[in-house]
């Protein structure tokens, strides 16, 4: 049997579909530009910050430059390295005492002006301390040169990978890794942190390896890279932060629904409404399982692994322990609540925990938590907050920011007298 030939009836509506779908195509294309234009004139759109890195995940991306309004506010400039700071040079000048900061969002503190950050009042403090603690080998040292190495969101496996591929070009005389374990504890599970493109350092037997989806899938690389590529866009970024806040509302929804609507009743706040996005309750007692427990463990050998490394180069090594907004709230009664309705044991155990872990390991750490507390509690300020925020939540603002970097600097510049009289 014969097939029929098409007609021309049948080539017109073929010709009229293909039309049609590319009308379509054109429409959607016109209006995707059209809405990347209108985000970016109306400034709806924000900033590109960031970028993807094949060893790290992501990083900050030079040159980049907006304002972060998010909580508090700030003009952000990133130097030609991809941090904030000066443009530094890669060989040290003479006479100039580097110091290398390596943290999370803390120590990059895209909440404040660069003025205002830790890491420029460190270098201003100790620039002035440079005269009493400036002794035999530091004697000839005229200036102090603070560098942030911190970007938002890394987890120490990160921080680890900015030393060896970044800080050791610039030649640092101190390094200093900033601990936050509000989230930095999770931040290094491969099991409790939901966002996997990132290394991560996994327990094999009594020692730690790299593992973790971005080790082992090169498919997932390239998901990776797509995602960061894609903040390129200001109409996907809108999107995706229309999608992040609702799926942030959920989460908050489901995590309130589990809470037992228990009151604080020294300071008569709902217990529900106390969750801070972003900090893991369970910092404030021993492991609950063997999920934190490696958690634990890995963070504990992936510092170890910093402190070796730089001690390694010759250099002095400080490991800073940040706290959260509930461990330094200027209210006592508050934060007993607060521990008894997250379950907790002591608002302290990481300091303990960390401390210990210098201890053993013959490093020197500061702990933040207590001088700071001990503050706000004498005083009744709040370091954590902004006005667009909420007081007591968030990041360091200005006056935390200079609290914790005259501890850091006064710190600093002990060790330098020490490690000279040694």
């Keep these: 049997m ?28 016109l209006g995707v530009i059209v809405a990347e234009v ?10 590109d910050f960031y970028t993807y890195s094949a060893t790290r995940g992501w990083k900050l991306r030079a040159g980049a430059a907006g304002w972060q309004t998010d909580e508090g506010r700030a003009l952000i400039r990133l130097n030609r390295w991809g941090y904030r700071g000066a443009d530094w040079t890669r060989i040290k000048p003479s006479g100039t005492l580097r110091i290398a900061v390596l943290g999370d969002s803390f120590v990059e503190a895209q909440q404040v002006a660069e003025q205002d950050t830790a890491c420029e009042v460190i270098q201003r403090a100790l620039t002035h301390m440079l005269p009493t603690s400036a002794r ?40 200093v890794l900033a601990f936050f374990p509000g989230n930095d504890v999770r931040n290094n599970s491969a099991v409790l942190e939901g966002d996997k493109c990132r290394p991560f350092f996994v327990p094999y037997g009594n020692e730690v390896v ?21 903040y390129r866009s200001q109409l996907l970024n809108v999107l995706g932060e229309a999608r992040s806040a609702l799926r ?9 629904a589990a809470l037992r609507p228990v009151l604080f009743q020294s300071v008569g706040v709902a217990t529900k409404s106390l969750q801070e996005p972003g ?3 369970l910092i404030y007692r021993p492991p609950i399982n063997q999920d934190w427990l490696d958690a634990w463990n890995v963070s504990e050998a992936e510092i170890d692994m910093t402190e070796q490394n730089v001690r390694a180069h010759h250099v002095l090594f400080l490991l800073v322990i940040i706290g959260t907004g509930v461990q330094v709230a200027p209210n006592p009664a508050f934060q007993a609540g607060y521990l008894r309705a997250v379950g907790g044991t002591d608002l302290l155990y990481p300091t303990h925990r960390l401390t210990a872990l210098g201890v053993r390991k013959g490093f020197t750490v500061l702990d933040l938590v207590a001088p700071m507390k001990t503050y706000a509690q004498d005083h009744q300020v709040y370091f954590h907050g902004f006005p667009n925020t909420a007081m007591g939540t968030g990041h360091w603002n200005q006056r935390g920011n200079r609290f914790a970097a005259d501890l850091i600097a006064y710190k600093l510049g002990a060790m ?5 009289a040694r």
């Design 2 to 29: 014969k097939s029929r030939a098409p007609n021309n009836s049948d080539r017109v509506r073929k010709r009229g579909a293909i039309a049609s779908t590319l009308l379509i195509l054109f429409g959607i294309g």
């Design 38 to 47: 209108a985000i970016r004139v109306f400034g709806f759109g924000k900033p």
């Design 136 to 175: 035999g080998s530091y004697r000839e040292l005229r200036r102090v040169e603070v560098m942030n190495f911190a970007v938002d969101g890394y987890g120490t496996a990160q921080e680890f990978f900015t030393l060896v591929e970044d800080v050791w070009q610039f030649s640092p005389d101190i390094v």
């Design 210 to 230: 790299l593992g973790g989806p971005f080790e082992d899938s090169q498919l997932f690389h390239l998901r990776c890279f797509l995602r960061f590529e894609s």
């Design 248 to 256: 942030s509302m959920q989460r908050k929804r489901r995590a309130q």
């Design 279 to 281: 900090i893991n309750d």
């Design 416 to 420: 330098m007298a020490q490690s000279q």
